[in-house]
């Protein structure tokens, strides 16, 4: 008999939620995280801008699970911290093209909300988006109703307690250095704060460790072919109460999806987007005076290069934002934060999948964006996933 009969690894937004969810049903569920908390704020979890997608970013041929656990998430999370006082918002989302080229692409996401049966969205001309937004230039615009923004910190910690309440039990500091399977068994090799091991044994695995989830698929079975292209986002934030210019009356402002070209290929980003916080979490009120922006994603070498001070300056982030919010300069701008995406090489999806000589081990692999909107959709598929293998 196994020590432990379910063993997640990692602590974030996913480990928490598939914490929560598969507490419901099974005992003895252990969760392992490294970081000496669960709400360190040091990982994906938390240094992001707290966006909920709605999933019209997603195509159906390259991208079908975040496609589909993106807007299946969206309305688990807001009911979610409904019920359970975690501060969140449907702002709603404005998409705005400047001129006549990007109109065109704004058309070919329009027809993939369609397709992804996002709620609501419709092309807005440019009177209706200066009612919307006053201090936001565009020649038209994608209004996403279903679009918000939520604390992820808090989001994180309620998870956690939830969980921890119904019996999960929250290894932190423990760090899972080897893993192997041993008969019907997988053996974890754990690494203390002390700098104790200890060898346990478990039925099932679920690794749910982000940017170091290829590692620890590794670890179980060498030949995994899934491998990190470590990704991070930059960010930075101003002040509305500056002055009149900087004002949003409170939604999420994104540019036109921008094509980039690089030596593997080409692929639309985001962009750098403009997202509203509260002011006080703990008291939820909104919108608050200060306003991220970004993030502009750089490739790194280093899967835990975490810039502390900037590495771009704030003019680039200006020159972007302010092609669509043009009183934005870069002086109003302050360093915010940087976070490191779980994004793989030639994978654009969610993989969540086991591993194919381990049947004990299920890999969440590449959670990147929209990771933190899908965390209650993912774990329902991961639940679904364990109640197949007991």
């Known amino acids: 008999m196994s020590d432990i009969p379910i063993a997640i690894i990692g602590g974030g937004v996913i480990g928490c939620a598939v914490a929560w969810e598969l507490s ?11 970081n000496p908390g669960i709400t360190q704020g040091e990982n994906q979890s938390s240094r992001n801008s707290g966006v909920i997608h709605s ?39 404005l998409i705005v093209a400047i001129d006549s080229a990007q109109d065109e692409i704004l058309d070919i996401y329009l027809k993939r909300a369609l397709l992804n049966n996002v709620p609501g969205v419709k092309k807005i001309p440019a009177p209706q988006v200066s009612k919307l937004e006053p201090n936001v230039r565009a020649v038209s615009a994608l209004l996403v109703p279903s679009a918000g923004i939520v604390e992820p910190t808090e989001l994180v910690y309620r998870l956690y307690t939830l969980a921890s309440n119904n019996g999960v039990e929250f290894m932190t500091g423990t760090e899972i250095i080897g893993l192997q399977k041993n008969g019907d068994e997988i ?6 704060p002390d700098d104790q091991t200890e060898q346990v044994s478990s039925s099932l695995v679920i690794n749910a460790s982000g940017v170091d989830a290829d ?8 030949e995994s072919l899934y491998e990190l292209d470590p990704v991070r986002g930059d960010a930075y934030k101003f002040y509305m109460d500056k002055r009149p210019s900087l004002g949003l009356s409170g939604m ?3 540019p036109t999806p921008e ?17 509203p916080t509260f002011e006080d979490p703990s008291e939820a009120s ?34 972007k934002a302010g092609t669509f919010f043009p009183g934005l300069k870069s002086d109003d701008l302050i360093w915010h934060q940087s976070g490191i995406q779980a994004r793989l090489k030639d994978h654009p999806d969610f993989e ?16 990147d964006s929209p990771g933190l909107t899908s965390c209650l959709s993912v774990a329902q598929f991961v639940g679904e996933m364990v109640k197949e293998f007991f």
């Open 259 to 275: 094509l980039v070209v690089t030596q593997d290929g080409s692929h639309f980003t985001v962009g750098v987007h403009l997202t």
């Open 187 to 192: 053996l974890l090799d754990i690494l203390y």
């Open 286 to 319: 909104f919108p608050g005076s200060t306003v991220t922006v970004g993030p502009k994603l750089v490739p790194i070498k280093h899967r835990h290069d975490m810039a502390e001070t900037p590495h771009i300056p704030s003019d680039l982030f200006a020159e």
């Open 215 to 222: 590692l620890i698929a590794r670890m179980i079975n060498p």
């Open 352 to 367: 969540i999948t086991r591993d194919p000589l381990n049947p004990g081990v299920i890999n969440l692999l590449g959670i």
């Open 24 to 34: 419901s049903r099974h005992e003895n569920v252990f969760l392992f995280e490294k």
């Open 252 to 254: 999420n402002v994104y």
């Open 55 to 93: 999933g019209l970013y997603y195509d159906q041929e390259t991208r079908p699970k975040k496609a589909r656990l993106c807007i299946k998430g969206n309305q688990l999370l807001y009911d979610f911290c409904n019920k359970h006082n975690v501060p969140a918002k449907r702002t709603g989302k």
